[in-house]
């Protein structure tokens, strides 16, 4: 079992910066790393993706504001949200992918708001 912890949510304004962290209990180096959200009413969806050979996928609403990367020998995965926009308030969940096995974290708020 593979536990996820998620911080570094919270308030900023339009235009902010703030950055998640997943801290894993387990190895990542041999995972896929995925970042989603999830808003009010709305489905949860992926936002980012870190392979295991650190190649990284981004969704189109956030190309080139968020950044997605992990230290290995921390065991920690990140997003770093720049250009934060109100329509980025959600819900973000750390998702861990590895060998057919999926693992989530309990999820950290960011409220885009002036």
């Known amino acids: 079992q593979v536990q996820l912890v998620e911080s570094g949510g919270g308030l900023v304004r339009p235009g902010g910066s703030l950055r998640l962290s997943c801290a894993a209990s387990?190895?990542?180096?041999?995972?896929?790393m995925r970042w989603y959200r999830q808003a009010p009413g709305k489905q949860r969806e992926l936002v980012a993706t870190i392979s295991t050979v650190g190649m990284t996928t981004y969704v189109d609403p956030v190309k080139g504001r968020f950044t997605i990367s992990r230290d290995i020998a921390k065991n920690t995965a990140y997003l770093q949200m720049n250009s934060l926009k109100p329509e980025d308030t959600a819900v973000y969940y750390c998702?861990?992918?590895?060998?057919?096995?999926?693992?989530w974290g309990q999820g950290t708020q960011v409220t885009v708001s002036s």
């Open positions: 998702n861990l992918y590895r060998a057919g096995q999926n693992y």
């Open positions: 387990s190895f990542i180096s041999l995972a896929f």
